[in-house]
């Protein structure tokens, strides 16, 4: 499923237009990546949570060249822990 998809089930299931579905899910990114960027968290219980960590700087090769070691910056990337309806449900025993 694509963010147009997306937004027609939104639309369809809340009974709202697909622009208020479009600002809803554009607003709950927004909210989404401004606390990740803030270094904090955002559960949504049930579901999962949304959470940024660092990624120590390390050594690494460089593909084009094998010979050549290469220095990979510190970098922070986004994780997502599922939480135990969304677990079980995927396992079958919701």
Partial sequence: MNKAALIDRIAAEAKVSKKQATDMLEKLVDIIVGELKAGNEVTIT?????????????????????????????????????????????????
């Fill in 46 to 94: 049930g579901f999962g949570t949304f959470m940024a960590k660092s990624r120590h700087a390390r050594g690494g090769v460089n593909p084009q060249k094998p010979t050549e070691r290469i220095q990979i910056p510190q970098v922070t990337v986004a994780k997502f822990k599922t939480g135990k309806t969304l677990k079980d449900a995927l396992k079958g025993k919701a």
